[in-house]
């Protein structure tokens, strides 16, 4: 499956974006998706996933703040981000595996397809 992340922006702390992953080729059925960013000089770093069945995670730092969710035709994974703050800033990817273990859904190494990154930049 090919991934097409987008949705990006410049915005002030407090503001909302929302982030689109489509894929092409195929659609997410089967697939646990998730939302990872990385910031100038770190590591990347788990955002939010959904699994094939529709359970979501969320990082601590995000949790209340943003929402993962997928359509109904499983062909586009969105993360709608509310009341963003200046440590939000990074590039934001989306990946997606079929057969990765549930317990490892926040490592990055785990998910074999990759987006190509959107820019999400915060100012306070």
């Known amino acids: 499956v090919q991934l097409q992340a987008s949705g990006g922006g410049s915005v002030q702390a407090g503001d909302s974006l929302r982030l689109s992953c489509a894929a092409s080729g195929r659609t997410f059925r089967g697939y646990t998706v998730a939302w990872f960013h990385q910031a100038p000089g770190k590591e990347r770093e788990f955002v939010a996933t959904i699994t094939r069945s529709g359970a979501t995670d969320y990082a601590d730092s995000v949790k209340g703040r943003f929402t993962i969710s997928i359509d109904s035709a499983k062909s586009t994974v969105y993360l709608q981000m509310n009341n963003l703050k200046p440590e939000d800033t990074a590039v934001y990817y989306c990946?997606?595996?079929?057969?990765?273990?549930?317990?490892?859904?926040?490592?990055?190494?785990?998910?074999?397809?990759w987006g190509q990154g959107t820019q999400v930049t915060v100012s306070s």
């Open positions: 990946a997606a595996d079929r057969t990765l273990i549930h317990s490892s859904r926040r490592s990055p190494d785990q998910y074999d397809y």
